[in-house]
């Protein structure tokens, strides 16, 4: 699905803040991806989903060496892959059935075919009540919530979360990480970024650990 | 399970900002410039159009005084002459009190005609204009008399023509201008929406959007925004138009002026038309501008 091989990546002309990263995010596979802040894992998210290029090394995504990628088609693989954001990039003037519907809005599907897929979703992750409010008046929690379904609408292949329990409390993360386990056990890939080794320890999955850009893999 | 339709999606790019209004009143006022000069463009050209077709309805024939002519004999003979020629509808001899009206605001009322050189003048009006023959009017004056010259107004067309072709040149560069200082306006606006949006582009491209629907959504958005400008600088223009036709009306001897020069300054049909054009042309320029403006920043 996702292959890194010897990727570096430097901003600009400073150090690189990764260095001869290599791993493979197979199908199906469930992991996590940790490190002390500022290791890089928001970074490696960042690569992992096109958003930037490597500085050097090989990515490929889906098969697909992403330094040869039209932007056509750097856009379309885009939509295998849902991410959930650390700081949630709800659209604060869309409700939140809105936001959740947007990636499929976008693909150009008529609101009455997704229309009751949309508020299953918004159900499961316990949103039903929230469905016209807009985020500026949700909660930490709703908006992180509101920001899984926008990311699993579409049924990704892959789904990246970037932090996702950082902004709620201890019993609302443990409940996340098992909607990302119940995806997982979908057929879903998930790879989460998290520096809390405490809600890592309840749950036996492979960890990616970062420490001054480079990488270890614990399987 | 079917759940009940929800509200209808709301637009991708945010709603109405202060920069936005400004940029609804910039089409405005660029769309106001823009039928103005369009009003006046056709303004003038149905003037010189109407003037010329007045013109060209009428011809004089002058006929010099010499030492010894019989004057009076003499416009009769070429009156006679020139009433044979086809195409001709009606010729009249000019009376000599006429004649001294023509001369009464350079040489005052107590003259006497015959004690100057002055040309007696035949008014001749022009009835089927393919049936003439300019040249055949010329050669019969010319056989008919020796002391008569004929003029067909052509130097006054040709200026009259080039003076207007001149402004209605000038109108469409005008014109041009505006729309031009309209798209550049909407190229700044455009930037500065995407600028300010960054933060939806960013989540439109994470979640797969194409930057074809990208582009649309921003030009559906800026097509809002020209049309409700375009509307509105159109209804100001005719507005402007009624008023102007009202205010030229009461001037008095200064409107009938007016009104003889420009033929008034009512708009007709044509001219609605025109603004009604121009409104769309202003909202299409105006999203087919900002497609391209945002389609180039994300590239």
């Keep these: 699905m996702i292959r890194f091989e010897n990727v570096g990546l430097r901003y600009g002309t400073g150090p690189e803040v990764l260095r001869d990263v290599s791993f493979h995010i197979k199908p199906r596979s469930f992991q996590f991806l940790t490190g002390p802040s500022g290791a890089g894992k928001t970074s490696l998210i960042r690569l992992m989903f096109l958003a930037i290029r490597q500085s050097r090394g090989l990515i490929s995504v889906f098969d697909q060496d992403t330094s040869t990628l039209t932007r056509k088609t750097r856009q379309s693989l885009r939509r295998r892959i849902g991410v959930v954001f650390q700081d949630f990039r709800l659209l604060p003037h869309l409700s939140t059935y809105q936001n959740v519907a947007l990636p499929l809005r976008v693909q150009g599907k008529d609101e009455s075919s997704y229309r009751n897929d949309v508020t299953e979703l918004l159900n499961w992750v316990g949103l039903g009540d929230r469905i016209h409010a807009l985020p500026p008046v949700l909660s930490g929690g709703e908006k992180q919530r509101a920001a899984i379904a926008r990311a699993l609408i579409s049924q990704p292949e892959v789904l990246l979360a970037d932090e996702p329990t950082g902004n709620v409390d201890p019993p609302l993360a443990r409940r996340l990480i098992r909607l990302f386990v119940e995806l997982n056990r979908s057929g879903t890939s998930v790879v989460i970024a998290t520096h809390d080794i405490a809600l890592m320890d309840m749950f036996d999955s492979r960890r990616l650990i970062l420490t001054d850009g480079r990488l270890e893999i614990h399987d | ?299």
Excluded at chain 2, 43 to 55: H, T
Excluded at chain 2, 86 to 113: F, H, K, Q
Excluded at chain 2, 117 to 142: A, C, F, I, Q, S
Excluded at chain 2, 277 to 291: F, G, K, N, P, Q
Aim: aromatic share 6%; charged share 15%.
């Design chain 2, 1 to 299: 399970m079917k759940y009940p339709r929800h509200a209808p999606p709301s637009s991708i790019v945010p709603p109405q900002s202060i920069a936005g209004r400004a940029l609804v009143l910039v089409v405005t006022i660029m769309t106001l410039l823009a039928c103005l000069t369009y009003g006046a463009v056709t303004l003038v050209y149905d003037a010189a159009r109407d003037w010329q077709s007045d013109i060209a309805t009428e011809m004089t024939v002058q006929i010099r005084p010499a030492e010894g002519l019989d004057l009076p004999a003499e416009i009769e003979k070429v009156r006679k002459a020139v009433a044979a020629v086809p195409g001709i509808a009606s010729v009249a001899a000019m009376d000599d009190r006429s004649t001294l009206s023509l001369l009464e605001p350079w040489l005052g009322g107590n003259i006497d005609i015959n004690d100057l050189p002055v040309p007696r003048l035949l008014v001749l009006t022009v009835g089927e204009r393919d049936k003439l023959d300019m040249n055949r009017l010329r050669n019969v004056l010319k056989e008919t008399s020796s002391h008569a010259w004929l003029d067909d107004h052509s130097t006054w067309t040709a200026r009259l023509r080039g003076m207007a072709n001149t402004l209605i040149v000038a109108g469409i560069l005008v014109l041009l201008l505006v729309l031009g200082a309209m798209v550049l306006a909407i190229v700044f606006a455009t930037r500065a929406a995407m600028a300010g949006n960054r933060e939806v582009v960013d989540v439109l491209h994470f979640i797969g959007a194409e930057d074809r629907f990208i582009a649309g959504e921003f030009q559906k958005h800026f097509l809002g925004m020209g049309l409700k400008g375009g509307f509105a600088g159109g209804v100001l223009a005719v507005v402007l138009f009624a008023a102007l036709s009202l205010l030229a009306g009461s001037f008095g001897s200064s409107g009938d002026t007016l009104d003889l020069m420009f033929g008034g300054f009512s708009i007709g049909l044509g001219a609605y038309i025109g603004v009604a054009i121009l409104v769309l042309v202003v909202a299409a320029l105006t999203a087919l501008t900002s497609r391209i403006a945002v389609q180039t920043y994300l590239e």
